[in-house]
């Protein structure tokens, strides 16, 4: 599952320096997760940076140190879930790759729910392909608000700036939250008329 989020202090003070290899958490927990950070070699300057933003830092071979920090949005999410998580990775500053275990399809479902109602824009990338393709709720509720206000009439009765506005949320958030919805049902539906 990849998420989103822009609250890691400690992805975002890393992914800064140079010659960062990867950001991996060990150990997630509700308050403090534990990252596993390998890089070329660190220098007295990024420790001093990873020790004001964390509450223990300890080095775990050349080119490897732990940092025990505050958990972001994302790692307090899977540490108060159901899930098992295997692994997980930074792919960039606010990208999160997490593989888990969970026991049911329905565990998933109430696993994408749950991020998705912390603006974690959840996104299944390697799992069951029916799941991948599955509809959100907020997907839902932004594609029946902007067909409910007309805007896919010729004639738009709404943008989506006003449509935003009544949602209490972005335009750029409603714009990409519409074209992930319109996405799945496109390709729902080239997939029923395959032959």
Known sequence: IEVERDDCKITEAIMSMEGVKSISRLKIEPEETLHSVEKESFNEKDLIILKRLSSKVAKAGQNKVWV???SCSACKAMALS?????SSRSVDRKRVHFRVLLQSRGSLRKLMRDLESRNLNPK?????EEMKNEMSEREFSVLKMCYDLGYFENERDASLTE????MGISTSSLSETLRRAM???VKDYLKSKQI
């Open 183 to 185: 996405k799945k049902i």
């Open 163 to 166: 449509i935003a506005k009544i």
């Open 68 to 70: 025990y920090g505050k």
């Open 82 to 86: 159901d899930a098992v998580v295997i």
């Open 124 to 128: 299944i990338i390697e799992g069951p």
